[in-house]
C-alpha cells in the first residue's frame, strides 16, 4: 500500500501506542486525522510532544458518541481503531465505563465505517481476552476466557468486529498485541513501574512476581498495525503479534535492574495483587499467522526495547509518583 495522501484516522491518538502509530503513518506519508478524546483543556495527549506538521489533523471527541466517529471518518481510507479504558484495576472498580468505551465505542466505529466506505479498519485486540494460557504458544484459535471487566469488554469488542464483517462484509482486521511497552507508557503499566522505581533507587513495590508475559517494543507493535492495514489476505481474521518469549515479573525486573545497574531489591506490595480468579498467570504468543500473512517479526529484542525505554525515562529527568500506587 502506497500510503502517500492517503488519507487516515486514528482513535486514540493521543494515547501512548496510538500516538507512535500516528508518528510512523506521518513518516509513511499519511494524511492522519487523530481522535483525541475531548477534554477541557484542549490537550492532545502524547500528540503534544510530536512533531506532525501539517500532517495530522486533531479531532476532540469521544468513541462513544456516533456523532464523534461520523465527522471523523469522513473521507478516510482507513480507520485504525485503538481508543480504548485499558487499566485492569481500574476495570475492577468502574465496569460500566469500560463497557462504555471499549463495547460501545467500537459498535460506534463499525457503525461509521458500513457507512462511510473505507477501505480497512484496524481494530486493536489484547492478549487478555485469551485469560491464563491452556497451552502455549498461544494461536489465534486458543480459547477466549476473559478475566478482568477489561478482557470482557475487549472480548465483547472483538466479537463485534468479527461480526461485522461476516454480517456485513466491513473489512476488518482485528490485530491483538500481547504486552507492548516502550517510550510513553504509563507507569501503571508493569515495565514502567519497574524501571522508574529502578532509577529512583527505591525498592520496587511489585505484585505476584510469578505471573509471566510476552512483551512486544513498541515500534514493533505499530509495525504489525501498519502492515494489517497493508495485507489483503488479512481482512476477517484475527492476528496475534507477539515476540514467543516468555518472561516471569520477577525476571523483567532483574533484567532492567541489571541495565539499570543497580541491586534488584522487590517489595511485594498486597494492594498490587489481583484477585486470585483475575490474575492471569502466563501469556505466550505464537504469531505465526502474522509471519505469513503480514511477514511481520519483531525487529528488537527485549533487551534492545528496554534499554530504549530506560533511556527516555532517564532524558525524561525526573520520575513520576514513585512509591505511590495508583490502579
Not at 239 to 244: D, K, T, V
Not at 262 to 274: G, S
Not at 299 to 325: D, N
Request: hydrophobic share 40%.
Amino acid at each position: 500500500m502506497n500510503w502517500a495522501g492517503r488519507p487516515v484516522l486514528v482513535t486514540g491518538a493521543g494515547g501512548f501506542i496510538g500516538s507512535h502509530l500516528v508518528e510512523q503513518l506521518v513518516n509513511a506519508g499519511a494524511r492522519v486525522r487523530a481522535l483525541v478524546h475531548y477534554n477541557a483543556l484542549g490537550m492532545r495527549g502524547w500528540l503534544e510532544e510530536v512533531a506532525t506538521g501539517d500532517a495530522v489533523e486533531v479531532v476532540l471527541g469521544d468513541v462513544a458518541d456516533s456523532d464523534s466517529l461520523d465527522s471523523a471518518m469522513r473521507d478516510c481510507d482507513v480507520v485504525f481503531h485503538l481508543a480504548a479504558l485499558i487499566g485492569i484495576p481500574y476495570s475492577y472498580v468502574a465496569p460500566a465505563q469500560y463497557v462504555r468505551s471499549n463495547v460501545i465505542g467500537t459498535l460506534n466505529v463499525l457503525q461509521a465505517a458500513r457507512r462511510s466506505p473505507v477501505a480497512r479498519v484496524v481494530h486493536t485486540s489484547t492478549s487478555e481476552v485469551y485469560g491464563t494460557a491452556q497451552y502455549t504458544p498461544m494461536d489465534e484459535r486458543h480459547p477466549l476466557a476473559a478475566q478482568s471487566p477489561y478482557a470482557a469488554t475487549k472480548t465483547g469488542a472483538d466479537q463485534l468486529a468479527t461480526a461485522f464483517f461476516r454480517t456485513y462484509g466491513t473489512p476488518v482486521t482485528i490485530v491483538r498485541p500481547f504486552n507492548t511497552y516502550g517510550p510513553r507508557q504509563s507507569t501503571r503499566a508493569i515495565v514502567p513501574t519497574i524501571i522508574t522505581q529502578a532509577l529512583a533507587g527505591a525498592s520496587i513495590g511489585l505484585g505476584n512476581l510469578d505471573t509471566a508475559r510476552d512483551l512486544t517494543f513498541v515500534l514493533d507493535t505499530v509495525k504489525g498495525f501498519i502492515l494489517a492495514a497493508e495485507a489483503d489476505d488479512a481482512v476477517g481474521k484475527t492476528i496475534n503479534i507477539g515476540s514467543g518469549r516468555e518472561v516471569t515479573i520477577r525476571e523483567l525486573a532483574e533484567l532492567i535492574c541489571s541495565i539499570v545497574g543497580r541491586p534488584c531489591e522487590i517489595e511485594v506490595m498486597a494492594e498490587r495483587i489481583r484477585p486470585t480468579g483475575s490474575e492471569v498467570r502466563r501469556l505466550v504468543a505464537d504469531s505465526t499467522l502474522a509471519r505469513t500473512s503480514l511477514g511481520w517479526r519483531p525487529e528488537r529484542t527485549l533487551e534492545e526495547g528496554l534499554k530504549g525505554t530506560i533511556e527516555w525515562f532517564q532524558s525524561r529527568g525526573h520520575v513520576p509518583r514513585v512509591g505511590r500506587y495508583a490502579v
